[in-house]
Nanobody
Framework: QVQLQESGPGLVKPSQTLSLTCTVSGGSITMNYYYWRWIRQPPGKGLEWMGAIAYSGSTYYSPSLKSRTSISRDTSKNQFTLQLSSVTPEDTAVYYC???????????WGQGTQVTVSS
C-alpha cells in the first residue's frame, strides 16, 4: 500500500516561498512509470494541477504557474518537494501530493495540507 504525506508550514507570508514536502512510503518514487504530482484546491474552487516529477526525474509544470514553481526530489529519502515563489493570498489552498500511473490515472493521494498566505 502506497502512502503519501504532505508536510510543511501552514502559514506563509506574502512574497515568500512556499515549500512543501511529500514523503512516500510503500513504493519508490523512481519506479517505472509513475508520476508524482502536486495539486491544490483554493477555498471554494476546484482542483488545480500544479506540476509533476516523473520516475525519471523529468519535471512538468502548469503553464500558469511555471514561472513560480519548482519540483524536485530526494531519492534517498523517497521524497519530492514543491517550491512556489512570490506567494500571494491567492495561493491560499489545500495542497495535495498524489501519484499517477502514466499521465492521467491518479491512484494515491495524500491527505492534503492547508497553507494560508497572510501577513
Amino acid at each position: 500500500q502506497v502512502q503519501l504525506q504532505e508536510s510543511g508550514p501552514g502559514l506563509v507570508k506574502p512574497s515568500q516561498t512556499l515549500s512543501l514536502t511529500c514523503t512516500v512510503s510503500g513504493g519508490s518514487i523512481t519506479m517505472n512509470y509513475y508520476y508524482w504530482r502536486w495539486i491544490r484546491q483554493p477555498p471554494g474552487k476546484g482542483l488545480e494541477w500544479m506540476g509533476a516529477i516523473a520516475y525519471s526525474g523529468s519535471t512538468y509544470y502548469s503553464p500558469s504557474l511555471k514561472s513560480r514553481t519548482s519540483i524536485s526530489r530526494d531519492t534517498s529519502k523517497n521524497q519530492f518537494t514543491l517550491q512556489l515563489s512570490s506567494v500571494t493570498p491567492e495561493d491560499t489552498a489545500v495542497y495535495y501530493c498524489a501519484r499517477s500511473t502514466g499521465w492521467a490515472t491518479y491512484d494515491y493521494w495524500g491527505q492534503g495540507t492547508q497553507v494560508t498566505v497572510s501577513s
